[in-house]
């Protein structure tokens, strides 16, 4: 069963060595989840499952220690998704790749703020999942994660709209802004049925990262009965920001 769920945004950008110069427009970002991991904590799960958004070759799932880097932003900087000891090979390990890469960005993320609060409170796992995953699926996928009888924890990586400045990475779209008020709003208030019903084709249009994640949330979340609290809610460099708590 689902027990607690923290919705943190995805960006290179929220570890400061990447940002360098910018990084202190992100302090409240990183505040914000930071409290989120502390919500987790309080909730004393048997299990952390941490569930990002990733391209074809990063999709499925990560053990924990899987490890990942920042090299292809320019920043020597190593991460793992938790501690290694005791835990079988990762993905990359079992696939002859190089292990140091083998999380997909937004998990790569993931694991830095894990680091960097020193979560130690549960075992921690990693899936990654892409844009082409249908709703429904999604929502199956957020159902088989908290099957059983297990307290599990979800901790959920994605970013809003790519598209609400001109300077945006998906340049200025006017649905972005209402798309993303959508979101925040469901996110904040622990609205399982308004992400179930959130529209993939103008989520992808949007460029919004989150999308597929935030309806596995939604399917772990059904009949959990949780309440959602909204810790941050901004748009710089024109990408939507959402950080919010279930519990």
């Known amino acids: 069963m689902l027990v607690a769920a923290a919705v943190c945004p995805c960006p290179p950008l929220l570890v400061p060595c990447i940002a360098a110069g910018a990084a202190s427009e992100l302090d409240s970002a990183r505040a914000a989840c930071t409290d989120a991991l502390g919500v987790l904590a309080a909730a004393r ?5 941490v569930v990002g958004p990733a391209d074809e ?18 920043v020597d900087l190593g991460v793992r998704l938790g501690a290694a000891e005791g835990v079988a090979e990762s993905v990359a390990e079992r696939d002859g790749s ?11 993320v993931a694991a830095w703020l894990l680091e960097r609060t020193g979560w130690t409170h549960a075992p921690i796992e990693g899936l990654g999942v892409g844009e082409p995953l249908a709703p429904e699926r999604c929502i199956q996928v957020g159902r088989d994660i908290v099957a059983g009888d297990e307290r599990v924890a979800l901790l ?17 779209d006017e649905r972005a802004a209402p798309f ?13 049925a308004a992400l179930e019903r959130l529209d993939a084709d103008l989520a992808y249009e949007l460029k919004a990262s989150g999308r597929a994640p935030w309806q596995v949330l ?6 959990a009965g949780l309440g959602g609290t909204l810790l941050y809610d901004d748009a ?3 990408v939507g920001y959402v950080v919010a708590t279930w519990s």
């Open 57 to 74: 070759s990063g999709r499925g799932p990560y053990p924990q220690g899987a490890r990942g880097s920042f090299r292809g932003f320019g």
């Open 218 to 223: 939604a399917g772990a979340a059904e009949g």
């Open 98 to 108: 190089a292990d140091e890469d083998a999380l997909p960005p937004s998990l790569a």
């Open 236 to 238: 710089p460099y024109g």
């Open 156 to 172: 959920v990586m994605g970013d809003a709209s790519a598209c609400r400045t001109l300077k945006a990475p998906g340049y200025l």
């Open 45 to 49: 799960p048997d299990r952390l499952v």
């Open 180 to 192: 993303d008020a959508e979101v925040a709003r469901a996110l904040g208030t622990a609205d399982v």
